[in-house]
Every structure is written in C-alpha cells, then in structure tokens.
C-alpha cells in the first residue's frame, strides 16, 4: 500500500457484530479462522495498527452498524453473537438478520462497541460502510411494526423515521468519539447516489438509480450539514460512460454540497475489466484527474486493496505511473486542530564515503498532546539552482516517523547522482497533519565519483506483543502470522527426505495454483520464507524466524489469486539467503 503511493489503510474489524480484534463486547470473526469465536492467537487490529505506523499510514476501523448475520441458513454462530444473545432486537429480511435500528439499546450497544475500539486502540479514525436498513430485494418486506409502534418518537412518517433512527446513532458516534479523542476522525461511505434529480428532487445529482435516501434511509447530505461527520467518501463506484449514473455527473453533485468537511470519492477499482469502460487501461486515473478539478474533493478511496494487489489491466502500475508518482500529504482538519508542533533543530548535512548524503537533526521537545505532538517529519529536497517548492509533493523526498522516546534522528539519501548540489529543508508534522515551519535550507554538493547502494535486508515482519498505551484487554500471541498475505495461503509444512542438493527449490515451476517451496537445512537456524512479486512486494508469509533443525523442509503455497507474473521465494536460515524464481 505505502508503495502504490497511497497514505491511509481502510481496515474491517466489524463485519456482522463480530470482531477481528480482541473484544470482550462480540465474538471473533470466523474468517479469521474458520470458526466465528475462536481466537488467531493474535490481534489483526493492533498488528496492523503498528504495520501502519511504521509507514506513516493512517489506519481507520472499518466497522458495519448494523449487519449481524449475512446468511442465518448457514451461520455456525457463537455462543455470544448477538443472534444467541439477544435475537429480540434483531430483525429479519430474508437470510440477513440486522440489528434494529429503531430500538434505543441497539443504538446504545452500537456506539458502546465503537467507543470501545476507540478507547484502547490507536487508530486514526471510525468509519461506517453503507450498509444501514438492507437494500430493498424484489419479494422482501422489512417488518418493524413493533419498533414503529413502541419507540417512533411522535413520528408518524415510518421513512423519516427510519432516517432518523440511522442519524440518531450517527450524531451519537460523532459525539461520543470527539468528546473521548477529539483527534479520531469520524467518515462514512454511503452509496453514491443521495437523490435522483429527475425523479425525486431538484437538489439531487443528475443520475437515474438507486437512492440511499429512500432505499436504505442514509441521508448523507444532513450528516454533513449537521458537522457529524468529519469526512464523507461517496461510493461512486460508476465508470465515467455509465449511463444511469454517470461518474463525471456525480462528483460535481458531491463537491457542491460538502464544503467544509473533507470529501473523498469511493472508485470502485474492483470492477476493471467488467465491461468496456472498465476494460480502458486509464479509467480509474482519469478520475483520480478528474477529481483533482474539484477544490472541495479532497482525495480517493480505492475499493479495494486487494484489486491493487492483483493489478487487473495493470491498473495498479497506470496509478503510479499517472496521479501517485509523488507522496502526498493528509489534508488538515482546522475544526479538529490548528496547531502545528515546534519545528525540528536545524539539519546537518553530511556526505558518505560511498557518495550517498546522510540528514541529522534532533527534536527534543516533550509533547504530552495527543493532538499537538509531532508524529513524523517532511524531508523536502531540490536540486542545483531550483528552489524547494513546499506546496506541491514535487520536493518531497521522505516523510520519517518519529518515534516516541527517541529525540535524534537521521535519514540516508541514497537517490543521489555524482556530481549534483541537493538542498534539504524539514518539517515536523502532528498526526492531524497541521505542518511545523521549515527549517533553515541546508545544501551539500556529491563528488563526480559513482554512488555505491548498499542494500539493506528487509526485516520480517513480526506480531506486536503489546499495545503502545494500557488497554482493559491485553493482546496475546501464540504464533507470528500473516494479516495481508496476498492470498488465503493453506501453509503445510513438513520434513522430507533430501531429493536434491539445491538449498531452495520450487515445484512445479511454472506454477498454476498449489506451490510447493522446498528448502534444505544444513544447519539450525531460526528460519523466515517469504514470496514477494517482481516490485519487491511481499505477497505472502510463510514462515517467520522460527527455529527449524538441519533436514529438508516443504511447504505448500496457495497462489490461485496472484495474477500473472513473476514470483520470487525468498529463504533467510542464519546466515543463508536464497531466492528462486517463480
């Protein structure tokens, strides 16, 4: 994700009133394991929360509101899901069941759950999908007579009504996050389109389609009038030819109507190559382009992960080739913080023996703010004669975490040329993003010699053992695992007999779906094998620094959902380090 360009991770925890993170409030998600209650033996949430950190990403909790059970003819449920609990507040359309949401106490659990996550994790914002009342299907009726009756607040008008019931817990969340972190930021992604202009009203977009108004009672455009929401991201998952709800319409309709919050559009990346204007290899970019002649659309959400990861039609590489060939910084909040940090001590410039620059400064200043400490710094740099443009990502060269405790701080520039002045200026940043002054510019000049790169191993990745701040339900861990393997990898390990004197093997090669990576021990070693793809991203996880005994090892790879392309296996035994070519 850092290396796709993108600055912020969207990640689920709630799916249908479960959890993939430890909670004491719901059970744990069954795809995690298999099995809906039974613990990873680790927690996904607080290992992605320290993988982002690391990266400078922001992290946001995706959570569903509503949804308890997708399919009750098949749920295998825990004994303290909600459908076992409490299945009087639940109600029924179809196979799905939902928590009601005209019943006060489910509103109550719902804002219970999220504050939850939100006292003892360290994310960066809550956000809610579009899933409130269930989208309408043919032959299904929604029966809420008995809420309507006993909890409709003097309403008579059961679609107001229901609209109120969603903007009863969305005002009660927003509350309830800014009074405990008034630095969490609150967002949600509606379906795309508010109302039909044509059809229902003169204040809506021109696009003939369903409307989350009337279909599931969201009225988005008051969540944003109010202030409840702190962003909102559209799902405009529409091409830019679609005929009913054209993407080139439905954004203007959006940058009209939300000004002061921040708006993100939605792309719905996982339709590349479902029709024809999908099937255009520069789609997506060009609504990433179009976007950017919006002043109000303040950036892009792609749905989902797991499309950029595949690269369907190479749109992954149209990306970074066409709007993400520069880091881009987190637009600030001024209703949240408007404070910036101190700016870091002067930089000192330094070059290598191998012609690479190293950058040194300190920041020594000790924030006890939430809200005001510095959380990462802007390294900005030009060359020769050209000044350092702090508007644009053009100039930006790195942005470096800073990590609490720690007051000094270096950064190696090995993207340098022989023979070149390079000028360096930094900033400190806070986690909402208000910029620091930069320090005084700094320049030094590389000899005319060649740069020599020397190559750093990457790190495994590892489980975290705690959370960074005291929380009511400490994280265990019996064994380090993959949370963004790039497939649902089955991982068989076993001891075989040697069959060849080769360290690291790979069969068949080439592969279709089953892999089988064979390595060879000639002595103990603690071991880590990964699988990375032909940019250097790791795609799966397979064994991490576990300490294996001489012999021959084999472990099996799932890679039905790599896409096409070259794959490398990646062995590290002690002081052995091997790849083979997939």
Same mark, same amino acid.
Not at 389 to 401: H, K, M, N, P, S
């Given at each position: 994700i850092k290396r796709q360009g993108l600055n912020a991770v969207f990640f689920q925890i709630r799916n249908a009133c479960d959890a993939v993170y430890e909670s004491n409030l719901e059970p744990w998600s069954e795809w995690l394991t298999g099995q809906q209650g039974k613990s990873p033996g680790y927690d996904p949430l607080a290992f992605a929360i320290q993988e982002c950190r690391k990266r400078n990403l922001e992290i946001h909790a995706w959570m569903n509101p509503y949804r308890a059970v997708t399919d009750i003819r098949s749920a295998s449920l825990a004994p303290t899901h909600v459908a076992r609990t409490r299945p009087d507040v639940l109600l029924a359309y179809g196979p799905l069941r939902l928590l009601d949401p005209g019943r006060p106490e489910v509103r109550s659990f719902v804002t219970r759950v999220v504050m939850d996550v939100v006292r003892r994790y360290d994310i960066d914002g809550i956000h809610f999908d579009d899933y409130f009342y269930p989208y309408p299907q043919k032959g299904l009726t929604l029966n809420d007579n008995a809420t309507f009756t006993n909890h409709n607040r003097g309403m008579t008008n059961r679609a107001d009504w229901r609209r109120d019931n969603v903007n009863l817990l969305i005002e009660a969340v927003s509350d309830s996050i800014h009074r405990v972190k008034p630095w969490v930021k609150f967002g949600v992604s509606p379906f795309g389109i508010w109302k039909n202009r044509v059809s229902s009203s003169s204040e809506g977009s021109d696009s003939r389609g369903f409307e989350a108004f009337s279909g599931n009672f969201a009225d988005s455009r008051k969540w944003v009038d109010e202030g409840w929401v702190d962003y909102i991201a559209p799902q405009v998952y529409w091409s830019m030819g679609?005929? +009913?709800?054209?993407?080139?319409?439905? @954004?203007?309709?959006?940058?009209?109507? !939300?000004? /002061?919050?921040?708006?993100?559009? =939605?792309?719905?990346?996982?339709? @590349?190559?479902?029709?024809?204007?999908?099937?255009?290899?520069?789609? !997506?970019?060009?609504?990433?382009?179009?976007?950017?002649?919006?002043? &109000?659309?303040?950036?892009?959400?792609?749905?989902?992960?797991?499309?950029?990861?595949?690269?369907? &039609? +190479? !749109?992954?590489?149209?990306?970074?080739?066409?709007?993400?060939? *520069?880091?881009?910084?987190?637009?600030?909040?001024?209703?949240?913080?408007?404070?910036?940090?101190?700016?870091?001590?002067?930089?000192?410039?330094?070059? &290598? /023996?191998?012609? *690479?620059?190293?950058?040194?400064?300190?920041?020594?200043?000790?924030?006890?703010?939430? +809200?005001?400490?510095?959380?990462?710094? @802007?390294?900005?740099?030009?060359? &020769?004669?050209?000044?350092?443009?702090?508007?644009?990502?053009?100039?930006?060269?790195? %942005?470096? @975490?800073? %990590?609490? =405790?720690?007051?000094?701080?270096?950064? %190696?520039?090995? /993207?340098?040329k022989p023979g070149t002045k390079y000028n360096y200026t930094l900033s400190a940043v806070n986690r909402l993003h208000n910029e620091s002054q930069p320090t005084e510019v700094v320049s030094i000049t590389t000899d005319k010699k060649e740069v020599e790169i020397v190559e750093v191993p990457q790190k495994p990745i590892l489980p975290l053992v705690s959370q960074s701040q005291p929380t009511p339900i400490q994280p265990h861990f019996e064994e380090p695992m993959e949370a963004v393997a790039a497939s649902e990898e089955k991982v068989e390990e076993t001891v075989e007999e040697p069959e060849s004197d080769e360290i690291l093997q790979v069969f068949p090669n080439p592969f279709n779906q089953q892999i089988s990576i064979r390595y060879r021990l000639t002595a103990a070693a603690d071991v880590s094998l990964y699988v990375y793809d032909s940019r250097g991203t790791r795609v799966g996880t397979l064994v991490v620094n576990k300490p294996q005994e001489v012999g021959n090892y084999s472990v099996n790879f799932n890679g039905q959902f790599l896409s096409e392309g070259t794959y490398y296996a990646r062995l590290m035994a002690g002081e052995i380090q091997k790849t083979a070519k997939m």
């Open positions: 679609n005929g +009913r709800a054209n993407y080139s319409t439905i @954004v203007p309709w959006w940058s009209e109507n !939300v000004s /002061e919050q921040h708006l993100y559009i =939605g792309h719905g990346v996982y339709k @590349v190559n479902s029709d024809a204007n999908w099937r255009k290899p520069l789609e !997506v970019p060009n609504q990433i382009q179009y976007n950017r002649t919006f002043p &109000n659309v303040q950036g892009s959400i792609l749905f989902s992960a797991k499309t950029l990861r595949n690269n369907p &039609n +190479r !749109v992954s590489d149209a990306l970074l080739e066409n709007v993400y060939q *520069t880091t881009a910084l987190i637009p600030t909040m001024p209703w949240k913080n408007v404070t910036s940090p101190p700016v870091p001590t002067p930089l000192d410039a330094q070059l &290598n /023996e191998n012609n *690479t620059i190293t950058l040194k400064w300190s920041y020594p200043f000790p924030l006890t703010s939430e +809200r005001d400490k510095a959380r990462y710094f @802007v390294l900005y740099r030009s060359a &020769n004669q050209s000044p350092i443009d702090l508007r644009t990502g053009q100039c930006i060269r790195a %942005t470096v @975490v800073k %990590t609490d =405790g720690k007051t000094l701080f270096t950064f %190696t520039d090995q /993207e340098v």
